[in-house]
């Protein structure tokens, strides 16, 4: 009888021990002076209406950058600095072609190669401070330097950094995150992020969001979109490993009364180590 009741409360036990273990807390616990590599791949194309014509740009830009953990404070508040190291771009505009490669310095005698090569020179090697708590809230940065000359930090605004909850979580649970990623616009994403599932120390996080907002860089603009995208996470470290993402921007800026609408269609993959 005694053998018999103890396999009762054996059966009993497993599967509350087999469902404790599916709870995680996913947090960021990064050491200072510890750095990264990130290759990130963004595929887009844009079409625009500029004075009743149709213009479609395609373009394929491969970034890699450096990421250092600078400082961890008492609280476990993390601040990152983010150097461009390469970068490489095809650009293709109404049959104009534009190749850049920070690496291979372009003599093309065409202005505006010379003028995007120019903009992208100034990025390289140049650092951006980001603040985060260890649950990837951002508590400050100084993207505003990088993105007055029109550029963005691919990784960072898109969400490849996820924002955790800050409770334990199981395996299929979701939460929900709004991000304000660009300080001189309104827009915001909302998005909701799901644990997907967990293999030995690397767990799958799956995030889907919406994108508003009225007003870009103190310009009316009216912006709406979608994305969405799935990451392979550290579990003992919260960094993301590698993820994709595919992002839809529908906008519409006004400049001197003039209306440019604008669709931005984005696959982004970004791979670290």
Not at 244 to 255: A, K
């Amino acid at each position: 009888m005694k053998t018999k009741s103890t396999i009762i409360f054996l059966l009993i036990l497993i599967p509350i021990f087999v469902h404790a273990q599916k709870n995680i807390t996913l947090s960021y616990n990064l050491k200072k002076g510890h750095q990264y590599s990130l290759a990130i791949k963004n595929n887009q194309t844009i079409t625009m209406d500029m004075m009743g014509q149709s213009m479609t740009l395609k373009q394929i830009s491969e970034t890699v950058q450096e990421i250092t953990i600078a400082d961890v404070d008492e609280s476990n508040n993390i601040t990152l600095n983010l150097t461009y190291r390469k970068m490489k771009l095809n650009q293709n505009a109404m049959g104009m072609e534009i190749n850049y490669d920070s690496e291979k310095p372009d003599e093309s005698s065409n202005p505006m190669v010379q003028q995007v090569a120019a903009s992208l020179n100034e990025i390289i090697g140049k650092t951006v401070s980001l603040e985060i708590d260890r649950f990837g809230n951002a508590i400050k940065n100084n993207m505003s330097e990088m993105l007055d000359n029109n550029q963005s930090l691919a990784g960072f605004e898109t969400g490849m950094l996820n924002v955790y909850s800050d409770k334990p979580v199981t395996i299929g649970e979701s939460w929900v995150v709004s991000l304000k990623p660009d300080p001189q616009s309104d827009f915001v994403i909302n998005s909701t992020y799901k644990l997907e599932g967990i293999k030995g120390k690397t767990a799958t996080v799956s995030f889907e969001g919406a994108i508003t907002g009225t007003e870009m860089k103190g310009q009316k603009a009216s912006i709406k979109g979608t994305m969405i995208g799935r990451s392979q996470v550290d579990t003992q470290t919260g960094w993301v490993l590698s993820s994709t993402l595919n992002q839809v921007i529908e906008m519409e800026m006004e400049q001197e009364g003039t209306k440019i609408p604008m669709k931005m269609n984005s696959v982004i993959e970004m791979n670290s180590k």
